[in-house]
């Protein structure tokens, strides 16, 4: 996940509608979350509309939030998509669910 300096979208019971400033990587893209939602009543499980496909996720990863870190392009090539790759390594999430509805 990307989430860019400002976020904003409209919120409604259960879902965050009209969002931006939020981007998911898929494979190796970057696609825009155009929404949020959860099940009601809970289904543990979040889901993030990214156009062409719902993402899914646990919503455990959701409970703690996780402290935000600068990501800088440098004169080695790193890249955005790389330090999430690393960060999400780092704490042992390196593979999330993909189940599509």
């Known amino acids: 996940m990307h ?3 400002n976020v904003s979208g409209t919120l409604s019971y259960g879902q ?3 969002l931006s400033g ?3 990587q898929e494979l190796f893209l970057w696609f825009p979350v155009k929404g949020i939602r ?6 543990g499980l979040i889901y993030f509309d990214v156009g062409v496909v719902f993402k899914q996720f646990r919503l455990s990863l959701f409970e703690s939030p996780r402290d935000c870190l600068e990501v800088q392009d440098s004169e080695y090539g790193d890249s ?7 960060n999400r390594y780092e704490h042992g999430e390196e593979t999330f669910g993909r189940n599509e509805m």
């Open 80 to 86: 955005i998509s790389e330090a999430i790759s690393k």
């Open 38 to 43: 959860v099940d009601v009543p809970n289904s």
């Open 22 to 24: 939020i981007s998911a």
């Open 16 to 18: 965050i509608g009209e």
């Open 3 to 5: 989430y860019d300096r």
